[in-house]
């Protein structure tokens, strides 16, 4: 079985006893860094082999991975913080597992995301995570461009070099909106910056940060301050048939086609 095992983003005590308990029991446990796990493996007394499995070997390491499964041995991802596959090495490996028919499964814990959602004071009740920006400004458009219109609170990762530039880019992408900015999640350091895009700047960049991004505003619909009778002879004025007219209008609406059908029983 391969667990895909969450570790603390800061404070080594957000650990689950399950986590522990599973990574104590496997053979391999497969590091982002093994030098940075170390440090969390020996505070727990956690003696295993360790592999090296990050985004820039996890192509041509997965097939050793599924070998060892298959001989029947227990594996553990571990990453350098949080929670594997979520903007870290993983899912090239649970791709390949899947199309395998290799079963695997997940020990939860912490996620930068979450928590910082939970820090900005945002909307919670919806929300979409989109990590990374890519790293040309014109792909960093055109992906903005796609949730720029969405609704719900909109959360990003940025590493310290990029947050400022970053925090720019969403300015221009999405416009003047609330925002919040975490950096050291549970570590000694930990700060929430709250802020507009239109002026929002990181002073002292260092650290890891987490984005919270309010989500866009509801676009006021051009036919709400029409009653639904008005609303059809709009149509009906511009040379549709009845039925074109209520077809259209239901759609805008978000109604049912029959219940505008008595607004036309009367008309020629």
Same mark, same amino acid.
């Given at each position: 079985?391969?667990?895909?095992?969450?570790?603390?983003? /800061?404070?080594? &005590?957000?650990?689950? =006893? @399950?986590?522990?308990?599973?990574?104590?029991?496997?053979?391999?446990?497969?590091?982002?860094?093994? @030098?940075?796990?170390?440090?969390?493996?020996? *505070?727990? /007394?956690?003696? %295993?082999?360790?592999?090296? =499995? *990050?985004?820039?070997? !996890?192509?041509?390491?997965? !097939?050793?991975?599924?070998?060892?499964?298959?001989? $029947?041995?227990?594996?553990?991802?571990?990453?350098?913080?949080?929670?594997?596959?979520?903007?870290?090495? $993983?899912?090239?490996?649970?791709? &390949?597992?899947?199309?395998? $028919?290799? #079963?695997?499964?997940?020990?939860?814990?912490?996620?930068?995301?979450?928590?910082?959602?939970?820090?900005?004071?945002?909307?919670?009740?919806?929300?979409?995570?989109?990590?990374?920006?890519?790293?040309?400004?014109?792909?960093?458009?055109?992906?903005?461009?796609?949730?720029?219109?969405?609704?719900?609170?909109?959360?990003? =990762? +940025? +590493?310290?070099?990029?947050?400022?530039?970053?925090? %720019?880019?969403?300015?221009?992408?999405?416009?003047?909106?609330? &925002?919040? &900015?975490? %950096?050291?999640?549970?570590?000694? *350091?930990? @700060?929430?910056? @709250?802020?507009?895009?239109?002026?929002?700047?990181?002073?002292?960049?260092?650290?890891?940060?987490?984005?919270?991004?309010?989500? +866009?505003?509801?676009?006021?619909?051009?036919?709400?301050?029409?009653?639904?009778?008005? *609303?059809?002879?709009?149509?009906?004025?511009?040379?549709?048939?009845?039925? #074109?007219?209520?077809?259209?209008?239901?759609? !805008?609406?978000?109604?049912? %086609?029959?219940?505008?059908?008595?607004?036309?029983?009367?008309?020629?």
């Amino acid at each position: 079985m391969l667990y895909l095992v969450s570790t603390p983003i /800061g404070n080594l &005590a957000d650990i689950s =006893y @399950r986590a522990i308990e599973v990574l104590n029991s496997v053979d391999v446990i497969l590091c982002e860094d093994t @030098r940075h796990s170390l440090k969390l493996l020996d *505070h727990y /007394g956690i003696k %295993k082999q360790l592999i090296s =499995y *990050h985004k820039f070997n !996890e192509v041509k390491e997965t !097939e050793p991975v599924i070998n060892l499964l298959k001989e $029947g041995k227990n594996v553990a991802l571990i990453t350098d913080a949080g929670t594997p596959v979520v903007s870290d090495p $993983g899912n090239v490996l649970t791709k &390949a597992l899947s199309e395998n $028919g290799i #079963e695997f499964t997940v020990v939860p814990g912490a996620t930068a995301c979450i928590s910082a959602l939970l820090l900005s004071g945002l909307d919670a009740s919806n929300f979409t995570f989109i990590g990374f920006l890519p790293e040309k400004k014109k792909d960093k458009q055109a992906l903005l461009k796609t949730y720029k219109n969405v609704p719900s609170t909109l959360i990003f =990762y +940025a +590493a310290p070099p990029d947050v400022n530039k970053d925090l %720019k880019e969403l300015y221009e992408g999405l416009g003047d909106r609330r &925002a919040v &900015a975490v %950096k050291e999640i549970t570590k000694l *350091h930990e @700060r929430v910056y @709250r802020f507009n895009l239109s002026n929002a700047e990181i002073v002292d960049p260092r650290g890891e940060f987490v984005i919270v991004v309010e989500g +866009a505003k509801k676009q006021e619909n051009a036919f709400d301050n029409l009653t639904e009778l008005e *609303h059809i002879n709009l149509y009906l004025s511009r040379g549709l048939s009845k039925k #074109e007219a209520i077809k259209i209008v239901a759609n !805008e609406r978000g109604v049912s %086609k029959n219940s505008l059908y008595k607004y036309t029983i009367n008309e020629d």
